[in-house]
């Protein structure tokens, strides 16, 4: 797809942001002060749709119990494109000591949706003034519950929010990436994540006779480091997985062999098949420690969101419109981290793309899911100013 537009768009978009700066900087200083967690992020989704309102748009409340949609249709028909921002923060204490930090204890925009709601927010200002150019549709999806395990998107999803949806971009501040800066993925840009609980049951005894007995902690070690081979000695090194027990809970003092032991983890991969030979491989070795060492082990394995798969197609626009738009080429890269994201819940269903944002600020080291996290607010700008131009290029 190539913009009709004239060249001069990329200092109009430029400017027009520019000027929305210092707005969408209060609006996410306000948001930042006031996180929510999970659906309940009831406040900020009014916030939301009160500064869409106040634009002269008409968005949908509700959808996934808290999120918002917003359509915003062009002159003439065309694809129909989705923009997704989250919305939801995280159960942290903030330490960040900043003016405008979490008045609620134990709350924090720690992982940076606040930057990406004042985005989204940027993108549906720049393009009301912009809207006659569109060919097509753009949809603005304002997502609660990314952090959690019952997951927004999927809430969404099921409320109708990609029906009729032809293609989706989502987009995340990267502190490791200095603002200014934007970084594009090839493959896949997150993992599936499945969590996993077992149950490793024997018979209990005293501690001086273990072969009247059946020992599920000494059962439960080995069946831990068994289910590390499967990534170390199973899978390809090209296509490999993570698999991580964080948790471990058996017995209750020193001379009792218990009657049982948890563990329980996460397993992360980043293709369909590494993710079904990891599940395969993991039942196999459980059932067969089982006969080993005679105990009784009960999985409870829970598949959670897939991975998020970046469509090539949707790569190459994106790096075509922010060369064109910043006369500077974006970093790409092949995807290679584990995180999980629940926008692959749209992925799967068409065809998307993940885009980085730079926020780190100079002389700091942040990383996001930290309580002192303090990302550089010109990435909002950044950000809008970049979907803004993708959207046009897509749309027209």
Do not use: W
């Not at 393009?127 to 549709?137: D, I, N, R, T, V």
């Not at 899978?235 to 032991?261: F, K, R, Y």
């Amino acid at each position: 797809m190539e913009p009709s537009h004239p060249e001069e768009i990329e200092v109009k978009i430029a400017g027009i942001v520019k000027e929305l700066e210092p707005q969408l900087i209060a609006l996410r200083r306000d948001i930042h002060a006031h996180p929510e967690l999970g659906f309940d992020t009831v406040r900020t989704a009014e916030v939301v749709a009160k500064e869409l309102e106040r634009l002269g748009y008409q968005p949908q409340r509700g959808i996934g119990k808290t999120g918002i949609v917003l359509d915003i249709h062009g002159e003439e028909k065309g694809p129909n494109l989705l923009l997704r921002a989250d919305m939801d923060a995280l159960p942290i204490e903030e330490n960040t000591g900043l003016p405008f930090a979490s008045v609620y204890p134990g709350k924090m925009h720690a992982c940076g949706h606040d930057l990406h709601t004042a985005t989204l927010l940027g993108v549906a200002a720049t393009l009301k003034e912009l809207q006659p150019q569109l060919k097509g549709s753009v949809r603005l999806v304002f997502q609660p519950a990314e952090e959690t395990t019952e997951s927004g998107a999927a809430a969404m999803i099921a409320d109708g929010a990609a029906e009729g949806q032809d293609m989706a971009i989502t987009f995340h501040n990267r502190p490791e990436l200095a603002a200014g800066n934007i970084l594009l993925t090839r493959g896949a840009s997150t993992a599936s994540c499945d969590e996993f609980d077992v149950v490793v049951t024997g018979v209990s005894g005293h501690a001086a006779r273990p072969h009247a007995a059946a020992d599920p902690i000494v059962a439960t070690a080995y069946l831990i480091t068994q289910l590390q081979t499967i990534i170390s000695r199973e899978m390809d090194p090209a296509q490999s997985a993570v698999l991580t027990v964080g948790h471990i809970e058996g017995g209750a003092i020193h001379n009792i062999i218990p009657d049982s032991c948890l563990f329980r983890g996460t397993v992360r991969a980043r293709s369909t098949a590494s993710r079904d030979h990891v599940e395969t491989a993991f039942r196999r070795i459980c059932a067969g420690v089982a006969l080993s060492m005679n105990v009784k082990v009960d999985i409870n394995y829970q598949r959670g969101v897939p991975p998020l798969l970046n469509d090539d197609r949707m790569v190459d626009l994106a790096e075509k419109s922010i060369t064109r738009q910043f006369s500077k080429q974006p970093e790409i890269q092949q995807g290679r981290s584990f995180g999980a994201e629940d926008f692959s819940y749209f992925s799967d269903l068409m065809p998307a793309c993940q885009i980085h944002i730079g926020s780190g600020q100079p002389g700091r080291d942040d990383h996001v899911h930290n309580s002192d996290y303090q990302p550089d607010e010109s990435c909002i700008s950044l950000g809008a100013i970049a979907l803004t131009r993708l959207t046009l290029d897509i749309l027209s």
